[in-house]
């Protein structure tokens, strides 16, 4: 099994492994994700129709009302948050609702993941390091 250790910026700590979830769109979770189902509800997001329970969620960053900080907390309350979260750059949003939910958070990865990561990829995130791992088998 190969894997490559890729630096990042801590937002949330925590280690979590899971399937990558990617979209190029950023995600506002108030009105763009159910937060019974997590799934993605706003049609005309590139993942509408998913659902990004125990995934790693790769997307640029987050958008919208600060109640989306409470929405992950309901997600994870409900059992259907992301097992980790990967942003290209982290907002207050994201950070918070992933700090209170203990979603592993990271952003700024000395590599584009975009260039790396793609669906069905599994990753370890580790925010308590600093480093996401990309397991090829």
Same mark, same amino acid.
């Given at each position: 099994?190969?894997?490559?250790?890729?630096?990042?910026?801590?937002?949330?700590?925590?280690?979590?492994?899971? @399937?990558?979830?990617?979209?190029?769109?950023?995600?506002?979770?108030?009105?763009?994700?159910?937060?019974?189902?997590? @799934?993605?509800?706003?049609?005309?997001?590139?993942?509408?129709?998913?659902?990004?329970?125990?995934?790693?969620?790769?997307?640029?960053?987050?958008?919208?009302?600060?109640?989306?900080?409470?929405?992950?907390?309901?997600?994870?309350?409900?059992?259907?948050?992301?097992?980790?979260?990967?942003?290209?750059?982290? *907002?207050?949003?994201?950070?918070?609702?992933?700090?209170?939910? @203990?979603?592993?958070?990271?952003?700024?990865?000395?590599?584009?993941?975009?260039?790396?990561?793609?669906?069905?990829?599994?990753?370890?995130?580790?925010?308590?390091?600093?480093?996401? *791992?990309?397991?090829? @088998?």
């Amino acid at each position: 099994m190969l894997s490559m250790k890729i630096k990042c910026r801590t937002i949330s700590r925590g280690v979590a492994e899971g @399937e990558v979830l990617l979209t190029n769109d950023a995600i506002s979770f108030l009105g763009n994700v159910e937060p019974e189902t997590g @799934e993605v509800v706003e049609p005309q997001h590139q993942l509408y129709g998913q659902s990004i329970a125990g995934k790693v969620l790769v997307f640029p960053h987050g958008k919208g009302s600060t109640v989306g900080s409470y929405v992950i907390y309901q997600l994870f309350k409900n059992g259907v948050a992301p097992a980790a979260m990967i942003n290209l750059e982290s *907002e207050p949003i994201v950070a918070v609702g992933a700090i209170i939910s @203990e979603v592993p958070l990271v952003d700024r990865l000395e590599k584009d993941p975009y260039k790396i990561l793609k669906n069905g990829d599994m990753v370890v995130v580790n925010s308590t390091e600093a480093f996401v *791992e990309l397991r090829n @088998e």
